[in-house]
């Protein structure tokens, strides 16, 4: 069941927006807009841009233009393609196949306008597809169609190399000049199909940390996942094993200034302090190493968030939010009393309801951060004694199961698949076994870059471990991974359809086959996901192209919004919400 509203909503309340579009609320879509997985790209943010026939260009990215592209490259300061060097290079053991290297240039970094020190650094090929930098990076260019030489659209060409043939040692892979300033990880953007990758506008350093921290909460960490830690842990990974220039190069830190050791040496003391006291033979037991990794306190059972009915309870009680919530459903109600509508009240009136509705999601946000981080410092406490209480009655000659594999149900095959593939540590493989799986990596992460997850009211992961204070594990056997579908033809679709289907849907290429036939609960539903998702920030006067399959392909635009909602009416017989406010 796609996520959609539960009341009912009149069929003819042309801007009817109750309580809940404060808190946007969108229908089949996620409330804050950040969990939709990203995949078309596009150049704008609120609309689609077509060539002379009609069809739109949001893949082609050949219809930049170079300009656009050096404007960004002046505003932001990210890793672009122009700082990557890919590279095949022969073998230097004879007889085996070329391996690719790529050159990555950083120059971005802190202080950089004072005194800039550019760095380059060489990556290699990693027998596991979950670690291999280069695979995710040719998956990028090659969903990006950065690629100068045609004919790689695909990993295969990548890996079936043969330089010795041609008597040379190396082969470097060229960009698209379009593409030499373009960011190679972008944020995401808004238009008419919901959120889309942007050509252009790099990923922001705040997003970037909102991922870590969820990444790092999901995983079970006790502390914070933060960029730093990659970072100290990548300084002292090198301490020791390279000379303190090397280390310093890699920091990018001024020789003999200290910085290291003030900063970024690790608090644990990586030495058997104890043994060489002693003066005994300094053994190597793993513990040392163990204690100055954070992934020691990582609990993957550690609960993500706080059951929704203990955080109801705990919201209610707190007397700053319960004013918000009394003064903010009075002024709603005093709106929809004088104006019947909340757009048909005064600007002012509106602005204020408004920002009343802002202060009241801003304080039960803080709150609700609050509340898990005080919810997961009680279990990481709580959790060492049940598990000695449990190790005080434990039997003797009890057998130690080893965990089961944690499956989780995805909405999208490629995900599914690229899973398997992603998860497969496997090291006793033929070099042409390895080979293969990485293929199939990074193909799955290109088909699966063309596709759309939407948001659904129920969570589909199964639980994720076994539970250290149950002796029974919850995860089922994973199920036959089928086969991807190929794109249906738009024979499958007709030209009349249900007057509960979304006609942007249904011609979305990026959803399943059947998230583009789905259907809401009745049309007023289907009215609003419409209006608050693919036509939010369309202006009335702007040329919209008829997404229907059969439509597209005769490259059928029509002049505003009004007559888009009058061909949806007449030719496929749905009728949409009339502009009653102009937009």
Request: proline share 6%; hydrophobic share 35%.
């Amino acid at each position: 069941m796609i996520f959609d509203f539960k009341d009912d909503r009149s069929d003819d309340g042309a801007a009817d927006k109750d309580i809940n579009d404060y808190f946007g609320l969108d229908s089949g879509y996620n409330s804050d807009k950040t969990d939709v997985t990203m995949t078309e790209d596009t150049d704008k943010c609120y609309t689609t841009e077509f060539d002379e026939c009609g069809e739109p260009l949001r893949y082609n990215v050949n219809a930049a233009k170079f300009s656009e592209f050096e404007e960004a490259k002046r505003k932001y300061k990210a890793l672009c393609y122009k700082d990557i060097c890919l590279w095949i290079v022969q073998n230097p053991k004879r007889g085996e196949r070329d391996l690719p290297a790529m050159e990555v240039h950083l120059q971005n970094h802190k202080s950089v306008d004072n005194k800039p020190k550019p760095t380059a650094f060489l990556f290699r090929e990693n027998p596991f597809s979950m670690l291999c930098p280069i695979s995710y990076i040719l998956t990028r260019a090659i969903r990006d169609n950065a690629i100068l030489v045609n004919g790689y659209t695909s990993a295969e060409p990548f890996f079936a190399t043969d330089l010795g043939s041609q008597n040379v040692k190396a082969m470097k892979v060229h960009w698209k000049p379009e593409c030499l300033k373009r960011p190679v990880f972008r944020r995401s953007v808004w238009t008419t199909n919901g959120w889309a990758k942007s050509k252009t506008e790099p990923i922001p350093y705040s997003k970037y940390a909102f991922y870590l921290n969820r990444l790092g909460r999901d995983a079970g960490f006790e502390d914070k996942l933060t960029s730093y830690c990659f970072h100290r842990g990548c300084a002292n990974a090198i301490d020791g094993k390279a000379s303190d220039a090397v280390r310093d190069q890699v920091m990018r830190h001024n020789p003999f200034t200290g910085v290291f050791n003030e900063a970024y040496n690790n608090q644990s003391v990586r030495f058997n302090v104890q043994d060489a006291y002693l003066e005994s033979d300094i053994t190597d037991d793993g513990l040392t190493r163990a204690f100055t990794h954070m992934s020691i306190r990582c609990n993957p059972g550690a609960p993500k968030e706080v059951p929704r009915e203990v955080m109801n309870r705990l919201l209610a009680a707190d007397p700053e939010i319960a004013i918000l919530e009394r003064e903010f459903k009075e002024s709603h109600t005093r709106i929809r009393w004088e104006y019947k509508f909340i757009n048909r009240a005064p600007k002012e009136i509106r602005e204020t309801h408004k920002k009343l509705g802002q202060q009241l999601k801003a304080a039960t946000k803080s709150l609700e951060d609050e509340l898990e981080a005080e919810h997961r410092k009680d279990y990481f406490f709580y959790i060492h004694n049940e598990m000695m209480k449990r190790q005080l009655n434990r039997p003797l000659n009890e057998m130690v199961e080893e965990g089961a594999v944690p499956v989780i149900e995805h909405q999208l095959e490629e995900r599914t698949r690229l899973q398997l593939v992603l998860c497969d540590l496997s090291k006793d493989l033929s070099p042409q076994a390895i080979v293969a799986r990485k293929v199939s990596a990074v193909n799955l992460q290109i088909a699966l870059a063309s596709r759309k997850e939407l948001m659904t009211r129920q969570r589909r992961s199964a639980p994720t471990c076994k539970d250290p204070l149950k002796g029974e594990s919850l995860i089922c056997a994973p199920a036959p991974t089928p086969a991807l579908d190929p794109l249906p033809p738009a024979s499958k679709f007709p030209l009349v359809y249900e007057k509960t289907q979304c006609i942007f849907c249904i011609g979305n290429e990026a959803l399943s086959y059947c998230q583009r036939r789905r259907k809401f609960r009745r049309p007023s539903h289907m009215w609003d996901h419409v209006e608050n998702i693919h036509l939010r920030d369309v202006p009335a006067e702007q040329r919209i192209i008829c997404h229907h399959p059969i439509c597209k392909a005769e490259g059928l635009i029509l002049d505003g919004v009004v007559l888009f909602k009058n061909h949806v009416a007449t030719v496929h017989e749905v009728r949409l919400r009339p502009n009653v406010f102009p937009h």
